[in-house]
């Protein structure tokens, strides 16, 4: 597939940001659903003004952390513990935003952050692998300031199965996708904590037929993941999307 041609299968209009981005760099550094929609999604329902100090929590690749510096003219520090920070930072560099965004290897469990420091945080198809225990927003806001903001987007469900899952999902199942979970789920592990207002806690709008569409083209460049497409295709947004949470710390 032509570069002019994934880029015609990659443009929404409901991401106008996004589509200023060559997406062969985007497909090149992929980890999950399509990372710049999502994080624009995030920003439908959360605000960064100018100036911000942004954790972007299990950033992978570093494309939602440049993303984020470059669209809302943001500091960032590009924190994930897989991904070696000095290709990160080879990344950032190319992608010209040395000055405001800064790579961070580290264990979310052991951020080596100063408390209070971030105005918001922010995870893009992270969170759930690492902040569905009961005491980690606890433990992640304290490095935010007081009326800071968390912003996340991951794979969620809408409702979990009374009985058995579908056959689709039973064929895909593991122990990753016991950490999609629904908004609502999300919602009540953070309010029982008293310390966030929750804002938005929902799935975002038309997210499985995005990430069904993101696995198709990328299908056609090799770079799809089969099983995913196959139950997203079964599934047809029954179940499946892509959760969507934002808070305020009180």
């Not at 794979?155 to 908004?183: E, S, V």
């Not at 299908?219 to 079964?234: F, I, K, S, T």
Request: aromatic share 12%.
């Amino acid at each position: 597939m032509s570069n002019q041609l994934l880029r015609e299968a990659l443009t929404l209009d409901r991401y106008p940001r996004s589509n200023t981005y060559d997406p062969q760099w985007i497909v090149d550094n992929l980890m999950g659903p399509h990372p710049l929609w999502s994080a624009e999604s995030l920003m439908q329902a959360m605000t960064l003004r100018p100036g911000m100090r942004v954790l972007d929590l299990g950033c992978g690749t570093a494309l939602t952390s440049i993303f984020f510096a470059r669209e809302y003219d943001v500091e960032v520090w590009a924190t994930d513990l897989w991904v070696d920070p000095t290709e990160n930072w080879q990344r950032i560099q190319e992608a010209g935003a040395a000055d405001r965004v800064h790579p961070i290897q580290s264990d979310a469990h052991k951020l080596p952050f100063a408390h209070g420091f971030f105005d918001a945080i922010v995870s893009v198809g992270a969170f759930n692998y690492f902040g569905t225990g009961a005491d980690y927003l606890a433990y992640c806001t304290q490095f935010l300031r007081p009326g800071g903001t968390v912003g996340v987007v991951v794979p969620g469900i809408r409702t979990q199965p009374d009985l058995a899952p579908p056959p689709y999902l039973a064929t895909r199942w593991g122990p990753d996708l016991c950490t999609w979970l629904p908004p609502d789920w999300w919602r009540q592990l953070w309010e029982r904590t008293n310390l966030v207002t929750v804002e938005t806690a929902d799935f975002v709008p038309n997210g499985w037929s995005d990430w069904l569409l993101w696995l198709k083209t990328c299908a056609q460049v090799g770079r799809g993941y089969a099983p995913d497409e196959q139950m997203l295709e079964a599934d047809q947004g029954n179940l499946l999307g892509l959760t969507r949470l934002v808070a305020h710390l009180d």
